[in-house]
């Protein structure tokens, strides 16, 4: 049910981990498919991606001005109705997400950057 993100192309550069503050979550923009984006999150040095869609209600999970609300260093927070979320499981912390987490995307650390898998 409802639109399928495209397939990341593998080794395609994401975000570059100096970029990345400690903690923080950002949302990628991707060039080949301008409907789609991905939060990628630090805790220490766990790095993570997700797909940007709340599983509560479908929206993506920044505020208006494109930043995502991290709170205790632990959790990224949805913009629309407050689900939080584990940054480095994506996993539901609370929150109108009932238990369901975010979509994680494979990654790999390489080199200081962050590439799909």
């Known amino acids: 049910s409802g639109r399928r993100v495209t397939l990341l192309p593998a080794g395609l550069a994401l975000a570059r981990v100096d970029d990345l503050a400690d903690p ?12 789609a984006s991905l939060i990628v999150t630090r805790r220490g040095e766990a790095i993570a991606a997700f797909r940007n869609k709340c599983p509560h209600a479908g929206y993506p999970l920044q505020r208006t001005d494109g930043r995502i609300v991290v709170q205790e260093g632990r959790y990224m ?3 629309a109705h407050g689900a939080s979320f584990t940054l480095d499981e994506g996993a539901c912390a609370g929150g ?14 390489r080199d200081g950057e962050v590439f799909a898998a």
């Open 77 to 79: 927070v949805c913009g």
């Open 24 to 35: 923080c979550a950002i949302v990628v923009r991707l060039e080949h498919d301008p409907y």
């Open 96 to 109: 109108p997400c009932n238990g369901d987490g975010l979509e994680r995307i494979a990654i790999v650390v």
